[in-house]
Nanobody, 122 residues
């Protein structure tokens, strides 16, 4: 099966930036739409952003619009999430996920990474 590995998380001050990466292996990366999700302790896993196979379409949850940018480099089998103007409420474990067609529903995704912690201090 396809393996997804996130990296780039860490501790930043409010207003700072991070770039998360998700590297895929096992199957053709371009065959998948890719999404970012996040989960805080005691809460459900929430949609953050999704990108189509050829980067022709993206969609974001309202709370990150204008601050986060999802992108992908199919030649490198890598998905990115550029996170700017970070807020304490962005603190969560961030997961990347893959499925054939775009979706905002965590239950729709076939493959998941292990997650990377993002902590935004105030």
């Amino acid at each position: 099966q396809v393996l997804l590995v996130e990296s780039g998380g860490g501790l930043v001050q409010a207003g700072g930036s991070l770039r998360l990466s998700c590297t895929a292996s096992g199957r053709t990366f371009v065959s998948y739409s890719m999404g970012w999700f996040r989960q805080s302790p005691g809460k459900e896993r929430d949609f953050v952003a999704v990108i189509s196979k050829r980067s022709d379409n993206t969609y974001y949850t309202d709370s990150v619009k204008g601050r986060f940018t999802i992108s992908r480099d199919n030649a490198k089998n890598t998905l990115y999430l550029q996170m700017n103007s970070l807020k304490p409420e962005d603190t969560a474990v961030y997961f990347c996920a893959a499925r054939q067609a775009m979706s905002i529903l965590p239950s729709a995704y076939d493959y998941w990474g292990q997650g990377t912690q993002v902590t935004v201090s105030s």
